[in-house]
């Protein structure tokens, strides 16, 4: 039979507890987290991202404004990768999203490798990114 053990549950205990005590954090790794003001598993829980992307709200390309950023779902066409000027080791690659008779224009810089040909035209996708302006 297992012996009871009293354990002190609460929350605000809990949340002291250091980042070493966490299987898989080494001496290396606390240390790491500490330079970055990483200490305790309150510090875990509120150590944000910089950005935050919500993908669950998509928008209808007609909805879009200069400066937002959204979710879009739609149809790729005229899929291009081709280098940019001046620095042919980086690629720009360009598509036209397709969405309920309504086309807008997409731009990756420097689009991963692993990425290519995995963007075909005819496939539907949700991206998300900053609408801007075309300058043309």
């Known amino acids: 039979m297992p012996a009871n053990i009293a354990v002190d549950t609460s929350s605000a205990t809990l949340l002291r507890t250091p980042v070493s005590s966490v299987t ?13 003001g990483i200490e305790s598993l309150e510090d875990v829980l509120f150590n944000l991202p910089a950005r935050y ?34 620095n042919r080791w980086r690629r720009m690659f360009t598509a036209r999203l397709d969405a309920d008779g309504v086309s807008l224009d997409l731009v990756w810089f420097n689009l991963p490798g692993y990425m290519r040909g995995r963007l075909p035209e005819g496939k539907r996708v949700t991206v998300y990114g900053r609408v801007t302006e075309s300058p043309d």
Request: hydrophobic letters at 40%; proline letters at 6%.
């Open 53 to 86: 992307q919500d993908w669950r709200d998509q928008r209808s390309i007609k909805e879009l404004k200069p400066g937002m950023n959204a979710a879009v779902s739609g149809v790729l066409a005229a899929v291009r990768d081709h280098p940019l000027r001046r």
């Open 24 to 36: 898989g954090v080494g001496p290396k790794r606390a240390a790491a987290l500490a330079e970055r």
